[in-house]
């Protein structure tokens, strides 16, 4: 049981790097396959509303085996919060916590913050905003880009891919404006 | 929408063969949630500038990729079951710039990018089913317009 324990701690920036990095080879030795997860939201449009759009005319069966990377995905983290802690309240850096409080966020039980993902929000401008609109321009976003933080930022910079470097840059400039003009002025709307 | 269930044809005709990537997806679901990359205060505190942390993650992350690959390329290895590999190359358009851009917005308001939505599904946040409803949507908006967008 020691090595549970081992693994219960909460790890190091440089051990999830060294792991998350090793998924590449994995997927390659496992079968020569690719990291990129944004892929599987276009197999699901593919097999359930292809609705005769060009774009969902492909042999998606032939990537099932992403289907099941992701469905590992969820598991994985089910089995993390259950059994390896991987649900503990976390650090937060005090400049950071700073601003949510004047967001009104101040719960740090979770990695994520119950006051914004919780069902009893979904009918609401909160929900709206961070589960509809921001999952829209998540799958919008990532596959006009032809990618997203695991096949371009990870496999594509891994694989020295420039198109993937102007791709993570412009992910980064997106997630900077968002989070320091965007994000602001929706609490500020929020809470008015 | 009965349609939806040839999703679970290619999970019954070759489970066997594709069950190794659901191992594959376990490891690295875990190592999502303990690197807490899916953790919404992760992420902002990346766009504040106020931790190293998730700079670590990703910088350590890909300089092992990278190593990994050149090791293969340089060896030549071959897949456990003797196949070549080949990793196709990303091609450049606009769509990288313009679509980076949007996803860039959207991974700072949900704190996620697609393989966190779904662990943090798995997490328990059940809501962040709904995000990622819409983020299929959007990729088939995305399908939808395809044409028309400039690339």
């Known amino acids: 049981m020691q090595i549970i324990h081992f693994i219960q701690q909460p790890w190091h920036w440089a051990v999830g790097g060294v792991l998350i990095g090793l998924t590449v080879p994995l997927l390659l030795l496992l079968g020569n396959k690719t990291l990129g997860i944004s892929s599987t939201l276009r197999q699901i449009c593919a097999a359930c509303f292809p609705a005769d759009i060009s774009f969902f005319k492909y042999d998606w069966k032939a990537q099932a085996w992403n289907l099941f990377f992701v469905a590992g995905i969820l598991i994985g983290a089910f089995l993390a919060a259950t059994f390896l802690n991987g649900n503990a309240p976390i650090e937060v850096a005090a400049a950071t916590q700073q601003r949510l409080q004047a967001y009104h966020l101040t719960n740090y039980s979770q990695l994520l913050p119950a006051e914004i993902f919780s069902w009893s929000n979904l009918f609401t401008w909160k929900g709206l905003i961070f589960f509809v609109v921001g999952g829209f321009l998540i799958g919008f976003g990532t596959r006009y880009a032809g990618g997203c933080t695991s096949g371009h930022s990870i496999m594509g910079l891994s694989n020295l891919q420039w198109p993937s470097l102007v791709a993570t840059i412009c992910f980064m400039a997106g997630g900077f404006f968002s989070a320091n003009v965007i994000i602001p002025w929706i609490f500020q709307w929020l809470n008015a | ?151």
């Open chain 2, 1 to 151: 929408m009965a349609q939806c269930l040839r999703v679970i044809q290619p999970i019954n005709t070759n489970f066997m063969k594709n069950i190794k990537y659901l191992i594959a997806g376990i490891f690295f679901g875990i190592v999502l949630v303990k690197a807490q990359v899916i953790s919404w205060f992760r992420i902002q505190e990346m766009f504040q500038l106020t931790s190293f942390h998730m700079y670590g993650v990703i910088g350590v992350g890909v300089i092992t990729g990278m190593i990994s690959i050149q090791v293969i390329k340089r060896f030549g290895i071959k897949t456990f079951d003797g196949q070549p590999i080949t990793i196709p190359p990303k091609k450049f358009d606009k769509g990288q710039i313009f679509g980076g851009l949007i996803f860039g917005i959207g991974w700072a308001i949900t704190g996620a990018c697609p393989g966190p939505l779904f662990a943090q599904i798995g997490l328990g946040f059940t809501v962040v089913l709904i995000t990622l409803l819409s983020a299929i949507g959007g990729t088939w908006v995305y399908g939808l317009w395809e044409k028309k967008l400039p690339h």
